[in-house]
């Protein structure tokens, strides 16, 4: 069973509830949250922490009030994880005004893109984003592209963004390394490592949030997957 909550950024916090809500967050975030400069980054960052206390904590079926703030550790290719719970994976992600989680019992990796508004130019935003997609998507990905009309291509090019994200967080490869060294196989809801014909891994979409790609990617294609706000 995989769970995967969203929840709104905070907007504002009174300075008491922002230190309450601060002593839940692990300690890593935490003092990475108290070095930023901006209040809106703090804001994000905060709300993904608490988001993640709070999921771990019914993951647990503990009381998230009374549970200390959880010790998060990160492996060699910074992918992070809970020391002491070896069957309890997770990841973050967060963009626009949204955070989100996923938590389960097999390796996860989710991702959210909020989707670019239109420039006033009648085109979408898309194209602001063409050298990304010839970065990093494979010479497939962006022939469906521009096979798309005008009126899909950023909901199609913020989706494959949102899918490989997803994939390089389950992996762990990491964006740095790139996004083209693995297929999308749509028909199957699969990603396929280039070469290869079995899939390495699966992936569902969400629509719950307008003007939002949300994705989460796991190798295992029986589990359950349960989208929640909160």
């Given at each position: 069973?995989?769970?995967?909550?969203?929840?709104?950024?905070f907007?504002?916090?009174?300075?008491?509830?922002?230190?309450r809500?601060?002593?839940?967050?692990?300690?890593?975030?935490?003092?990475?949250?108290?070095?930023?400069?901006?209040?809106?980054?703090q804001?994000?960052?905060?709300?993904?922490?608490?988001?993640?206390?709070?999921?771990?904590?019914?993951?647990?079926?503990?009381?998230?009030?009374?549970?200390?703030?959880f010790?998060?550790?990160?492996?060699?290719?910074?992918?992070?994880?809970?020391?002491?719970?070896?069957?309890?994976?997770?990841?973050?992600?967060?963009s626009?005004?949204?955070?989100?989680?996923?938590?389960?019992?097999?390796p996860v990796?989710?991702?959210?893109?909020?989707?670019?508004?239109?420039?006033?130019?009648?085109q979408?935003?898309?194209?602001?984003?063409?050298?990304?997609?010839?970065?990093?998507?494979?010479?497939?990905?962006?022939?469906?592209?521009?096979?798309?009309?005008?009126?899909?291509?950023?909901?199609?090019f913020?989706?494959?963004?949102?899918?490989?994200?997803?994939?390089?967080?389950?992996?762990?490869?990491?964006?740095?390394?790139?996004?083209?060294?693995?297929?999308?196989?749509?028909?199957?809801?699969?990603?396929?490592?280039?070469?290869?014909?079995?899939?390495?891994?699966?992936?569902?979409?969400?629509?719950?949030?307008?003007?939002?790609?949300?994705?989460?990617?796991?190798r295992?294609?029986?589990?359950?997957?349960?989208?929640?706000?909160?």
């Amino acid at each position: 069973m995989i769970a995967v909550y969203y929840r709104k950024v905070f907007s504002h916090l009174e300075e008491d509830a922002f230190f309450r809500l601060l002593g839940k967050v692990e300690a890593g975030r935490r003092e990475r949250l108290l070095k930023m400069k901006g209040k809106e980054q703090q804001m994000c960052s905060l709300a993904a922490g608490c988001l993640l206390h709070d999921a771990l904590c019914r993951k647990l079926g503990e009381p998230a009030g009374d549970r200390d703030a959880f010790q998060v550790a990160y492996g060699t290719m910074g992918k992070p994880y809970l020391p002491g719970y070896p069957g309890i994976h997770f990841n973050l992600s967060h963009s626009g005004e949204y955070v989100c989680c996923a938590v389960g019992d097999v390796p996860v990796g989710v991702d959210l893109q909020k989707k670019a508004a239109r420039d006033g130019s009648g085109q979408p935003g898309l194209w602001r984003y063409k050298r990304l997609a010839e970065r990093f998507f494979t010479r497939e990905d962006n022939l469906r592209l521009e096979a798309c009309c005008e009126e899909e291509r950023e909901d199609w090019f913020f989706r494959m963004w949102s899918v490989k994200e997803s994939y390089s967080k389950l992996s762990g490869i990491g964006i740095a390394r790139g996004l083209s060294g693995f297929e999308i196989d749509w028909e199957r809801n699969a990603v396929l490592e280039k070469g290869r014909v079995e899939p390495w891994a699966y992936f569902a979409e969400q629509d719950k949030l307008g003007g939002y790609s949300f994705s989460l990617c796991t190798r295992d294609r029986g589990q359950e997957i349960a989208w929640k706000e909160g």
